[in-house]
């Protein structure tokens, strides 16, 4: 029964920030990569920022300078702060996870999707 579950989407004007959060539950093993992906209306979804189980991160060019990718591991927790958001950043925002289950850990780590949360940017 593992779980990614968004949350922090909302309604912001352009300029502003917000905070997503995803956090991971269940009988976790081990946590691998983690990643934010994004799909906007029309559009194919798209990388945002993806980070390791050891810190190293890596974004999006349109990202860059923007958003910062980061997670508490203690907390089985991923982060991305939006600074600077603009009307394109407006989006469905999911987050991912490379996660290897206690319960079957033979089975190795497979790729977990939260159901997502929307980020609407009003100019």
């Known amino acids: 029964q593992v779980q990614l579950v968004e949350s922090g989407g909302g309604l912001v004007q352009a300029g502003g920030s917000l905070r997503l959060s995803c956090a991971a539950s269940?009988?976790?093993?081990?946590?691998?990569?983690m990643g934010w992906y994004r799909q906007a209306p029309g559009k194919q979804r798209e990388l945002v920022a993806t980070?390791?189980?050891?810190?190293?991160?890596n974004y999006a060019d349109s990202m860059k300078g923007r958003f910062t990718i980061f997670r508490d591991n203690a907390k089985n927790t991923v982060y991305l702060q939006m600074n600077s958001l603009k009307p394109e950043d407006t989006a469905v925002y999911y987050c991912?996870?490379?996660?290897?289950?206690?319960?079957?850990?033979?089975?190795?780590?497979?790729?977990?999707w939260g159901k997502g949360t929307l980020v609407t940017v009003s100019s």
């Open positions: 980070i390791t189980s050891g810190g190293s991160t």
């Open positions: 991912n996870g490379a996660i290897t289950e206690a319960t079957i850990p033979l089975a190795g780590a497979m790729d977990y």
């Open positions: 269940g009988k976790i093993f081990r946590i691998g990569s």
